[in-house]
């Protein structure tokens, strides 16, 4: 099958590795000729734009960092839209708002191009080893005939709904992992700052109700003070604004979620939005000994 994938970064450039090494020709543009380097040495075409991916491909991915980007790159000048014929899927791994997903996805309707939405969960690692979670909204029939190229690249597929179904499901995610982070950053400090190991607190806390896929995983990169981004904490910003976006719209109330959204707003401030949003650990510890020195 003939594939197009735009946006070749941290998680893009693995996914579309493994669709090249799964017997797949690739084509792909990029803005930096840079991102096509990893390609010398599989079935893979760089084209001049978007749209001309699009004229060569039966699917073609995204994965972008926000919804202006999915915009442009689907619809705007040189875009998958102008290039695409009516046989044309397009999927979108980005993580956008949900009625941008159902705004992008209707438009390329008009053109005859179907739209996936379907954002991803387990960061770099996950996408490395094809081990992400992938959450879609769209159409089951186009959902059906992409599943065997999703099933290239995460352990868990599951259709969500509708279009947009699938940014709704990742907000959920991106909910519960903002919080949990936050939650174990704020009882590893607690932990320090009352004089007590954090590790030997992790190791008890695996065993009981508290146990968590972060506490085990960022729980132990926070010990390790490995702060590498598998996710950035200007992404988590990102996707937690989106929640709050959707929240005001909706006019619902997320606590939890806007507390954490702040968290992220201020480690993005900090000048850690490159490190992963462990970081927001290393905010709470700067927090605590201005309160120390005050007091």
């Known amino acids: 099958m003939n594939i197009g994938f735009i946006g070749l970064g941290l998680m893009g450039r693995p996914l579309a590795l493994h669709l090249a090494r799964a017997g797949h020709a690739l084509h792909l543009w990029a803005r930096r000729s840079a991102a096509l380097e990893p390609f ?10 978007a749209a001309e991916v699009a004229k060569h491909a039966d699917v073609v991915f995204t ?12 619809l705007g000048e040189a875009g998958i839209a102008e290039g695409g014929n009516r046989s044309l899927i397009v999927v979108d791994m980005s993580t956008i708002n949900p009625n941008a997903a159902r705004t992008i996805g209707a438009r390329l309707a008009e053109k005859g191009i179907e739209f996936l939405d379907a954002p991803v969960s387990g960061g770099e690692v996950g996408a490395i080893n094809a081990q992400l979670t992938i959450m879609v909204g ?3 029939d186009v959902f059906e005939k992409v ?10 597929v599951t259709l969500i709904g509708e279009s947009g179904a699938g940014q709704v499901a990742k907000a959920c995610n ?7 982070v936050l939650a174990v950053a704020e009882a590893f400090n607690f932990a320090a700052r ?39 904490a200007w992404m988590h910003q990102k996707d937690l604004r989106i929640v709050m976006e959707e929240a005001h719209r909706l006019g619902l109330m997320l606590p939890s979620a806007a507390a954490t959204a702040q968290v992220f707003n201020a480690v993005v401030g900090s000048g850690m939005g490159e490190d992963d949003s462990i970081a927001a650990l290393k905010l709470l510890e700067k927090m605590s000994v201005a309160e120390a020195l005050e007091a």
């Open 138 to 140: 769209g159409k089951a």
């Open 194 to 232: 009352s004089g007590v190991d954090p590790a030997r607190v992790r190791e008890a806390l695996l065993g009981g109700f508290a146990y968590s896929r972060i506490l085990e995983n960022h729980g132990q990169r926070m010990l390790d003070r490995n702060f590498k981004p598998g996710f950035k």
């Open 40 to 49: 010398r040495d599989v079935a893979a075409r760089a084209h001049v734009s």
């Open 174 to 180: 991106q909910i519960l992992t903002g919080v949990g």
């Open 147 to 156: 599943k065997p190229l999703f099933e290239k690249l995460g352990k868990s």
């Open 63 to 74: 994965m972008v960092a926000d919804a202006p980007d999915v915009e442009a790159v689907c």
